[in-house]
């Protein structure tokens, strides 16, 4: 639970244990205290007896504790109380009984499904009593374009199919029946919120709410600057998401596939940079770039010059264009290339380590994607090139490979990179996977996986690969 919920539920928690206490040790009617009288709109001069105020408080239902002579504030808190009692109760009368094998996974029974229920409770009293839900659901800030009325409904809409749709989205092997319910529940949310909705308002809606909308929050973060800028972004991610889902990219996927994929990224990057211009295209790409991320977080938590980040980032460029050069020499054979680019990435390590330092520099380079290309042998560009492989989708990938000059794709054996976890409703992360494959082959990836691929030449079979 969030630390703004934890700090709620201690003091809901000491509010009721205060009242309790006082109303089972009151043999006769409390007069409400003074405190309570002015803090209460209209609760001046009430009392009640101490059978009244017991029947409201078994209730925990805030309009009949105010009825009983509380003040708003003071019933609204027990009211809350209550629930997170109730939700307390669940939580221990589910907890697995102890057996002394405290080695074992004891949040098993802690399905999502049970999780899902005791949000749902608590975000509808929170929500009876407050009027909003406090960030336990979604940003209360997020959906004030609409009327309180509409809120309500949407909520209960959205906490209905988050219930249902808990019960197919277990952790664990999922079955096609299971991603069939689960593709029949969306759309049929997506229907009743449709019903409930004006066309302006549902629009409104999926800006906030859609995986295109999050893709393109996840992907740019605070670099959008404007609201019209996010809508002009999100069309164009929305028109490539229909036609490209993730969905899609489940099961046995052929290089024909990941080639139209690849060729639509390019696209949508090109349609991306005709749609803000220059300059905002280049902070976009810096932001969704994750090895900037990388670097950022590094320069932060060591306290480097602000300057180390442009630095590595121009080294990198630098780089780049060397092993292009280098690439595109056809005097040298293929073996003679791929040694040049290899002394380029342990340069490339010593200006590294001399910007960041040893620990940091030897770090960053061991997830650096640019330098495990150079150390691979492969050439590399900043943007996606025409013979660069599929790529894992924009915001994904920092550089693309290049293949040498004079060699082709075709019957070459690739590696395949992808994010096994590549929700797009989260930042970029997870488990990476490898696999290799023919281009007359078919792939294999997980469900939600994004492949990316970088090409070892036919002449150099054994060629080592670049580290993900």
């Known amino acids: 639970m969030k630390p703004l919920?934890?700090?709620?539920?201690?003091?809901?928690?000491?509010?009721?244990?205060?009242?309790?206490?006082?109303?089972?040790?009151?043999?006769?009617?409390?007069?409400?205290?003074?405190?309570?009288?002015?803090?209460?709109?209209?609760?001046?001069?009430?009392?009640t007896s101490a059978e009244a105020l017991r029947s409201a408080l078994a209730s925990g239902d805030a309009a009949a504790?105010?009825?009983?002579?509380?003040?708003?504030?003071?019933?609204?808190?027990?009211?809350?109380?209550r629930t997170l009692g109730r939700l307390a109760d669940q939580a221990r009368g589910s907890a697995p009984a102890g057996?002394?094998?405290?080695?074992?996974?004891?949040?098993?029974?802690?399905?999502?499904?049970?999780?899902?229920?005791?949000?749902?409770?608590?975000?509808?009293?929170?929500?009876?009593?407050?009027?909003?839900d406090l960030g336990l659901g979604a940003d209360p800030a997020q959906f004030a374009f609409l009327p309180a009325a509409k809120r309500d409904q949407l909520r209960r809409?959205?906490?209905?199919?988050?219930?249902?749709?808990?019960?197919?989205?277990?952790?664990?092997?999922?079955?096609?029946?299971?991603?069939?319910?689960?593709?029949?529940?969306?759309?049929?949310?997506?229907?009743?919120?449709?019903?409930?909705?004006?066309?302006?308002?549902?629009?409104?809606?999926?800006?906030?709410?859609?995986?295109?909308?999050?893709?393109v929050r996840n992907r740019y973060g605070d670099a959008i600057e404007s609201e019209a800028e996010f809508q002009r972004v999100y069309a164009l991610q929305k028109a490539f998401d229909e036609k490209y889902s993730r969905e899609a990219l489940v099961g046995r996927i052929s290089p024909e596939t990941l080639r139209a994929r690849s060729e639509a990224e390019r696209q949508l990057d090109a349609d991306l940079r005709a749609a803000v211009g220059d300059d905002r295209y280049a902070a976009l790409r810096r932001a969704a770039d994750p090895d900037v991320r990388n670097l950022?977080?590094?320069?932060?938590?060591?306290?480097?010059?602000?300057?180390?980040?442009?630095?590595?980032?121009?080294?990198?460029?630098?780089?780049?264009?060397?092993?292009?050069?280098?690439?595109?020499?056809?005097?040298?054979?293929?073996?003679?290339?791929?040694?040049?680019?290899?002394?380029?990435?342990?340069?490339?390590?010593?200006?590294?380590?001399?910007?960041?330092?040893?620990?940091?520099?030897?770090?960053?380079?061991?997830?650096s994607p640019w330098i495990n290309h150079l150390s691979g042998g492969l050439a590399y560009s900043t943007q996606p090139q025409p013979n660069s492989p599929p790529g894992i989708g924009l915001g994904q990938q920092s550089v693309f490979p290049v293949l040498?000059?004079?060699?082709?794709?075709?019957?070459?054996?690739?590696?395949?990179?992808?994010?096994?976890?590549?929700?797009?409703?989260?930042?970029?992360?997870?488990?990476?996977?490898?696999?290799?494959f023919t281009t007359t082959d078919t792939v294999t990836t997980s469900a939600g996986g994004a492949p990316a691929t970088s090409v070892t030449p036919p002449a150099t079979p054994t060629q080592p690969a670049p580290k993900p």
């Open 404 to 436: 040498p000059a004079g060699v082709t794709a075709t019957g070459g054996t690739r590696q395949v990179i992808f994010n096994s976890d590549a929700a797009v409703d989260r930042p970029i992360g997870g488990p990476t996977q490898i696999m290799t």
């Open 296 to 367: 950022d977080s590094l320069v932060s938590r060591l306290s480097l010059p602000s300057t180390a980040t442009d630095t590595i980032l121009a080294a990198r460029d630098t780089y780049a264009a060397a092993s292009q050069r280098i690439n595109a020499d056809t005097s040298l054979s293929v073996p003679e290339r791929r040694t040049q680019i290899q002394a380029l990435a342990e340069r490339a390590k010593a200006d590294v380590t001399r910007t960041l330092g040893t620990e940091a520099g030897t770090t960053y380079a061991q997830v």
């Open 99 to 132: 057996d002394g094998r405290w080695w074992t996974n004891r949040h098993a029974a802690a399905t999502r499904e049970a999780q899902a229920a005791a949000r749902r409770q608590l975000s509808a009293a929170l929500a009876a009593a407050l009027g909003i």
């Open 5 to 47: 919920a934890l700090l709620l539920a201690a003091s809901l928690a000491a509010n009721a244990a205060f009242v309790a206490v006082f109303v089972t040790q009151s043999p006769s009617t409390p007069s409400v205290p003074a405190a309570t009288a002015s803090s209460g709109a209209g609760s001046s001069g009430r009392s």
């Open 65 to 81: 504790l105010e009825a009983a002579g509380l003040s708003r504030d003071l019933a609204r808190e027990l009211a809350l109380g």
């Open 157 to 215: 809409i959205t906490d209905d199919y988050d219930e249902m749709i808990a019960k197919f989205s277990a952790t664990g092997l999922q079955l096609p029946s299971d991603r069939e319910r689960l593709r029949l529940l969306r759309a049929e949310r997506e229907r009743d919120i449709a019903a409930l909705l004006s066309p302006e308002e549902k629009l409104a809606y999926d800006l906030r709410t859609s995986t295109s909308a999050a893709a």
